[in-house]
């Protein structure tokens, strides 16, 4: 079980094992109400909250790695996404009396984890921004409009990349190289309306299904 160790700072907040994490689930979760209905959510909380497994409004690492599997994701990459989304996202997520390690997300102050070299197509609240995400494909969408090839998704990550902010630059990549590997379609395009569904979550929605239906079929 080895998690490739390519960044100190995701490497040194590897997943606690599995009995911490049932600990944490028991006695942290459940009982916890959301804090948020759906209806009410920022486009933000609404993207993450696919991964919140038992919509407690809490994220846990395994909750992530989950999600990212039922996606599609494969379990080194789906371990690598959660490891760096929490390193990132739960310390600055965590209310100061939360349970250590800050690793969980909590979905209420998800707009904290707002970050250089994003595309703006959410706003500092969290709030989803339809020109910013106009811009997208006005700019990069190069081979046809509705849809982007992942070199243009490559370009489109390099140009939002902040200089100033190297720490942010690894998110883009890893959450959108995901995302194009699990959403394009045969022709190589990541289609305008899935990239749009991955700003409010419902993209995965719709992967999961896909993943689920076609492992039945198969059998
Ligand atoms: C959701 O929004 C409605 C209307 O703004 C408000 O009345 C309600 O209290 C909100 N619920 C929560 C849980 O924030
Ligand atoms: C897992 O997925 C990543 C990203 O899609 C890919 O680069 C990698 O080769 C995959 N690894 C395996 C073992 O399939």
Redesign the pocket.
Known sequence: MAIRRQSSAAASLLLPPVAALLFLWMFGGGHVMAHTEIRNMTALQKHVSFFDRNKDGIITPSETFEGSVAIG??V??AREFATLVHAANGPITSPADAPLPHLSIYIENMQRGMHGSDTGAFDVKGRFVPQKFEEIFIKHAKTRPDGLTYLEVEDMILANRDPLDPASWEGPQIEW??IY?VASDNDGFLHKDDARGIYDGSVFVKLEEKRAFSHHSAM
């Open positions: 994701f494969n080194t990459y190289g995901g590997n």
